[in-house]
């Protein structure tokens, strides 16, 4: 089957999961990106959807790539909406063909025909945990959680994008058929430009993987034809610095908007058996031109609100990007912790610790948090700045699983 043709069934295979009891005699296999469905997500989501049905059955089998977000949600990413518009024009499809994980009732689906793949991701959002034992595959480039251990399929390997694994699986599959098709190719290659900041060795993100799957996959886009879609874009360079430009664009977002944007959320026991529930934001906004924006009070009181409607104990939201220091402009990190009122000491133990692990290098953020926090909250620079949630959220996980909360009598 051709990736257009793919596409083009995506509006039939959607109606089957938004009414499972209509097709009771088939299987369903969910293809699930993150809860943060960012850029990789989703173009994995689809591309890994597609490789699957290259080897399933399509009579007994219904495949479909699901963007794990609300619908209403992918407006705050106009990076995934810009190639998805594109992706589907190029079959005729429009985006009420896809679907999102508000248009189906997981729950409703019959267990005995559910299975699922994680793509950019390797263990079930704590939401939906109790998919576990449904998880038949894994591709994914994240720290590994040791979850879904029965899964016929664990493929998880560090490199820059998870569109990487997804590109691998594509290039090979297609080797002795013809060719990748142009808008597959550029489906694959805009994450991994996104995820690796265009290749740029300073960023510390491409792997020799994600470099090679830029060359073959480059020569796949067709540029003339693709141009007109994506804004005249001509080559590897103008696409990297169009979806940057999308992505970045969030000024004009609430400050709530900036927290849910890119928003992944955990439970961790600690050493006594305690159940943290921890949430991590990451916001594309340099800290000081946000705090310039909104000023300090306002931005405590929405990451304070932030935690407490989503019912955290621990709200970290991860600041990045390019701000003017000492007068040359330096692409930082930050870090805001937000405990509750009712830390009982455990709370506060748990980010000293963290502000000492050297992976993320942790400085106060200014004098004004010289001795621990300000209105609830602590605020951070983060000196490592080639530290993404990727190593963030493990060194959080480390940090509260080997505390044993002794104190607490
Ligand atoms: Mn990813």
Not at 16 to 27: G, L
Not at 71 to 86: E, K, N, T
Not at 222 to 227: A, D, H, K, L, Y
Not at 316 to 337: A, C, D, I, N, P
């Amino acid at each position: 089957m051709s990736f257009i043709s793919f596409l083009r069934a995506l509006a039939a295979n959607s109606r089957v999961v938004r009414n499972p009891a209509a097709d009771k005699f088939r299987r369903l296999t969910l293809v699930l990106g993150n809860e943060s469905a960012d850029l990789d997500s989703i173009s994995s989501s689809l591309a890994l959807a597609y490789t699957l049905t290259q080897t399933t059955p399509s009579d007994t089998t219904t495949i479909i790539p699901v963007i794990n977000i609300p619908r209403a949600d992918l407006a705050l990413r106009p990076d995934c909406s810009a190639l998805l518009h594109h992706t589907l024009a190029a079959a005729a499809s429009t985006l009420s063909d896809l679907t999102f994980i508000d248009d189906i009732d997981l729950e409703s689906i019959a267990k005995e025909r559910l299975d699922v793949w994680l793509v950019d991701h390797n263990a079930p959002c704590s939401r939906q945990a109790w998919l576990e034992p449904f998880v038949r595959g894994i591709v994914d480039h994240h720290v590994d959680e040791a979850k879904c251990l029965d899964a016929e399929v664990r493929e998880i390997e560090a490199v820059g994008s998870c569109a990487t694994l997804v590109a691998q699986r594509v290039l090979s599959q297609e080797e002795e058929e013809e060719v990748v098709e142009p808008v597959l190719a550029m489906l694959l290659l805009a994450p991994i430009l996104v995820d690796t900041s265009g290749l740029d060795p300073k960023a510390q993100r491409a792997t020799a993987a994600d470099i090679e799957c830029v060359q073959r996959l480059s020569t796949l886009v067709n540029w003339e034809e693709e141009s007109g879609l994506l804004g005249g874009i001509s080559g590897v360079r103008e696409l990297y610095k169009h979806l940057d430009s999308l992505k970045g664009a969030v000024e004009h977002l609430s400050a709530e908007d900036l927290l849910r944007k890119d928003y992944k959320q955990w439970q961790v026991a600690d050493g006594g058996g305690r159940v943290w529930s921890v949430g991590i934001s990451s916001v594309g906004f340099p800290l000081k031109k946000w705090i310039k924006r909104d000023g300090r009070d306002a931005i405590e009181r929405a990451v304070g609100q932030w935690r407490e409607r989503q019912g955290l104990d621990m709200a970290l939201v991860m600041t990045h990007g390019k701000s003017k220091v000492e007068g040359v402009k330096t692409y930082g990190r930050q870090l805001l912790v937000a405990l509750g009122k009712e830390d009982d000491g455990a709370g506060r133990e748990i980010v000293e610790r963290l502000a000492e692990c050297e992976i993320l290098g942790l400085q106060p953020f200014d004098e004004d948090n010289r001795h621990g926090r300000r209105g609830g909250i602590y605020w951070f620079t983060q000196c490592r700045v080639e530290s993404s949630r990727k190593q963030v959220y493990p060194a959080l996980k480390y940090v509260i699983a080997s505390s044993n909360n002794a104190f607490i009598k």
